[in-house]
């Protein structure tokens, strides 16, 4: 699998290098999005202090320029807020940098079988965010058992 890393921080390297020796590492974000560019790696292992409140913007560049890529934030202790944000620009989970060396085989292993690296409360707290956003953008109509959408007009799907 070929794994990229960004990170200005220097926290990731000393974690991933004895059981990931052929990930390459970038401290430059623009020079990481030059090399996602050109080689879409299957993984991203983003450090969330490499644009802070931008990071989810970055993500969606990233996903952009290489829409296979999967993104897995790193962080230490970010919020709920700070990771559904992530997570809702397409990022397919999140890990605390301190636990990184203990869960990154398994991180690999879930993400090359599809799946989203998250916990069951950051499920939920995605749940609730995606019901509000919709709340927001079908103020004027709902869904009832998947057959009838209600709204100005009564129409049947």
Not at 36 to 52: A, C, G, K, M, W
Request: net charge negative; with cysteine; hydrophobic share 40%.
């Amino acid at each position: 699998m070929k794994i990229y890393v960004i990170d200005n921080t220097g926290q990731i390297q000393p974690e991933l290098l004895i059981s990931q020796p052929s990930a390459r590492f970038f401290s430059d974000e623009i020079q990481a999005v030059n090399a996602v560019d050109e080689q879409s790696p299957n993984l991203i292992l983003l450090h969330y202090h490499v644009r802070n409140k931008e990071t989810a913007r970055y993500i969606d560049l990233l996903l952009t320029i290489s829409p296979t890529s999967d993104i897995i934030v790193l962080g230490d202790n970010l919020t709920e807020d700070q990771i559904v944000h992530c997570l809702l620009q397409g990022a397919k989970g999140y890990q605390n940098v301190t636990d990184l060396a203990i869960y990154i085989d398994k991180i690999i292993k879930v993400i090359a079988e599809g799946e989203a690296w998250i916990s069951r409360r950051l499920t939920s707290c995605m749940m609730t965010a995606i019901r509000k956003q919709n709340s927001l953008d079908n103020s004027d109509s709902f869904y009832f058992s998947g057959e009838y959408t209600f709204s100005a007009t009564h129409q049947k799907n």
